[in-house]
């Protein structure tokens, strides 16, 4: 192994860390603006880390306990997993402490980008996406550095057999994915429990506007978006980079040995420096548009890389008999980058207000709530076709250029865009809140005006951003069942025992028309909607206790419509977190427990199977449940803008329930199934040789 590259990897991420904390300090100096706002600011971070810490003590437990079965088994079958349980250790605590990071530095640059709406819309722009930034750099830093840091570690004190070394790594992707699908189910149920409160009896009821102070939700509903949007989505993207990062070594040591471990990491870090650089591209004149800046940013970070790529292919994959070339290889990272701005393309095409489907869904609403959502659904199930469009032949293409390296690989060039993708999804979140404080804090209209052109921007942004999660989940969920696949047949050949049958390329079989298999792919294709349906509930659960208190905190609480009566924020943000913790249990549980009962039960090709039939359904389900969400949302805002008779009208109040409906499939469910489809893979490959051992005795 090529220690001198792994040790520049891992410098590179820590190079990532500390540019982000530099990023940090600097908006820290920044001003915080007057009392009432930072008073506010306050009221939100608080609710938001009393959330965090209640979810972190149930995930604990959680991860002790896992830790805890991983060194049994180590010591009743194989010494290696005592090393995955120290992987799987800081793969938790590298996620969580991302998800830290992205709570710590919202709940402050809020405030400061309220602050600097004053000096006009490039200096609010700024702020709050520097803030972005930092969770951006923090997530591929903590990931590189986590990820090269344990390979230098293991192959020095434990072994320098590389095919060791990466199962002993596999714990750490396992150890990410778990923290992420607690991060977005419990995240998800918090924030849209809070926002469809608020929104029912505040907008609908009540009649009072978006983040009014009235409004006893009004709180949860801020601290919701930095819980769900920023630490939900920075979890799930620090997952997908993590996972597949180490399903493209464990397949590079497959095609190219020693090399083709290294060379993942090099391409991480190349992504990390492209982004450093790409940042410098987000400036917006005063009167400009911020989408556009965001998306020069995210442009300019993708030729950065598509440039870098092509020399270190040449200069680091090795000439080895019947594997892809150093430009085959290439071309497969290029894939990568036109899938991702392809997928960005078509999420906004369908969520966006300037685009001909969130319209049609407005002018829909005008007849009522039920053709505006029987519209919604219709883009969501069309949206899907584009898309899968889209990822098939990324597959297609990147298998032919790369093999199944290259399938693994694209989506590394995918991924090489996590740092600006997370930094550019952090301020919708960040705009969201600042124009909270603003309304809250009863600052000059055109605070408001400035915020709210941030805060539209970031709608857009939290969408597209969502697209980029769904298929950067579902390409590194099949690089993880690819390397599942070579795992089975690997420690089938140890134990002598016949594996998976292979194509002539190489590539091993699952016979989908095997009973096992067949019960498999049909078992992993209802776990999507049953996983969805659990959490959807949650969030009804929890919309409807937080209505039940508004509505109680209206008509008990005299003064408050006037504005001379203080609600009670922290019941709402109270029963927001006790619902989401209370619900977060089951979901993880069957997440964890199903691909093991279906392993030891039915043997590895049933896994297969089951895998196979949840990445399809995860993936088309988290596209339909994403995008309805996200074109009902903006079908809402385009009526907000004075269309269809504006605030108050028909189709407003239409609107709004269509919205209403639209949150948890966008903000809960939809998200949810990232996490789930990658946990199910990891697990399955780090139990590969135990499965295959178990199955000796089901014969």
């Known amino acids: 192994m090529q220690t001198d590259l792994v040790m520049l990897s891992f410098i590179l991420g820590l190079f990532s860390i500390a540019a982000s904390v530099f990023l940090y300090l600097r908006i820290m100096k920044l001003d915080e603006g007057n009392e009432k706002m930072r008073e506010i600011a306050e009221a939100i971070r608080i609710g938001a880390f009393a959330y965090l810490k209640r979810q972190s003590i149930y995930v604990a437990v959680f991860t002790v306990a896992i830790v805890i079965l991983f060194s049994a088994i180590g010591f009743l079958f194989d010494t290696v997993w005592y090393a995955i349980a120290g992987a799987f250790f800081v793969g938790a605590f590298s996620s969580a402490l991302a998800g830290y990071i992205g709570m710590d530095i919202t709940t402050k640059a809020n405030v400061r980008t309220a602050a600097a709406a004053k000096d006009g819309l490039n200096a609010a722009l700024s702020v709050a996406f520097r803030a972005g ?26 072994t320098p057999n590389p095919s060791l070394l990466m199962q002993m790594i596999a714990g750490m992707a396992f150890g990410a994915s778990l923290i992420a699908m607690f991060a977005r189910v419990g995240g998800g149920i918090y924030t849209k ?56 070594m464990i397949l590079g040591n497959f095609v190219f040995g020693a090399a083709g471990i290294v060379f993942p990491l090099i391409i991480a870090g190349t992504g990390i420096i492209a982004t450093a650089i790409g940042t410098f591209f987000v400036k917006v004149k005063e009167k400009g548009d911020p989408m556009e800046a965001l998306s020069r940013g995210i442009l300019a970070t993708a030729i950065i890389c598509a440039i870098a790529f092509y020399f270190i292919s040449e200069a680091l994959i090795p000439p080895v008999q019947n594997a892809p070339s150093p430009f085959g290889v290439f071309l497969s990272l290029l894939v990568g980058l036109a899938v991702s701005l392809l997928i960005v393309y078509i999420t906004d095409y369908y969520t966006s207000t300037t685009k001909p489907p969130v319209r049609s869904i407005a002018k ?165 909607f049953i996983f969805s349906a659990l959490s959807m509930n949650a969030v009804s659960k929890a919309a409807n206790e937080i209505i039940l208190e508004v509505r109680r905190q209206f008509k008990t609480i005299k003064g408050i419509m006037e504005g ?85 009208s028909t189709a407003h109040k239409a609107a709004v329930v269509g919205d209403t409906v639209g949150d948890p499939l966008k903000d809960t469910s939809g998200p949810a199934l990232n996490p789930l489809i990658k946990i199910l893979n990891t697990i399955s490959l780090l139990f590969a040789a135990l499965f295959v051992q178990f199955a000796l005795h089901l014969i």
């Open 193 to 248: 429990g809070a926002d469809v409160g608020a929104d029912l009896v505040g907008k609908v009821e009540a009649g009072i506007p978006e983040d009014d102070p009235r409004n006893p939700a009004v709180i949860a509903d801020n601290v919701g978006d930095n819980v769900g949007d920023c630490a939900g989505m920075g979890a799930d993207l620090f997952e997908s980079y993590i996972v597949t990062i180490i399903a493209a």
């Open 564 to 648: 001379k009566a203080k609600p009670d924020y922290a019941k709402c943000v109270d029963i927001s977190a006790n619902t989401a913790i209370r619900e977060l249990m089951v979901p993880g549980l069957l997440a964890v427990g199903t691909p093991l009962v279906m392993g030891f039960a039915l043997g590895p090709a049933a896994v297969g199977g089951f895998l196979v039939g949840a990445l399809v359904c995860g993936q088309l389900l988290a596209v339909f449940m994403s995008t309805s969400g996200g074109a009902w949302d903006n079908a809402k805002k385009y009526i907000e803008q004075g269309n269809f008779g504006g605030k108050g």
């Open 133 to 158: 930034t930092v969770m951006g750099l923090a997530v591929v830093g903590l990931g590189l550095a986590g990820v090269s840091g344990l390979l230098l570690l293991f192959s020095s004190l434990i």
């Open 364 to 528: 829909a609403a005008q007849t009522g709530a039920g053709t505006n959502i029987i519209s919604g659904i219709a883009v969501g199930l069309q949206a899907t076709a584009p898309y899968i469009l889209v990822i098939a032949v990324g597959i297609l293409l990147s298998f032919k250029f790369g093999g199944i390296f290259g399938v693994a690989i694209a989506t590394m060039g995918m991924l090489s865009l996590t740092g600006i993708i997370v930094a550019v999804d952090t301020f919708g979140p960040v705009s969201d809140n600042a124009g909270g404080i603003v309304e809250m804090s009863g600052l000059p209209e055109k605070y408001r005006e400035i915020t709210d052109k941030l805060d539209a921007v970031g709608n857009t942004t939290k969408a597209t951003t969502k697209g980029f999660a769904i298929a950067s989940a579902g390409l590194a969920a099949l690089a993880l069942l690819l390397a599942f696949a070579q795992e089975v047949n690997i420690s089938a050949e140890k134990l002598g025992v016949e594996g998976l049958a292979l194509s002539p390329s190489g590539i091993p079989i699952i016979n989908l028309l095997e009973p096992s298999v067949l019960l498999g792919l049909l078992i992993g294709g209802a776990l999507p």
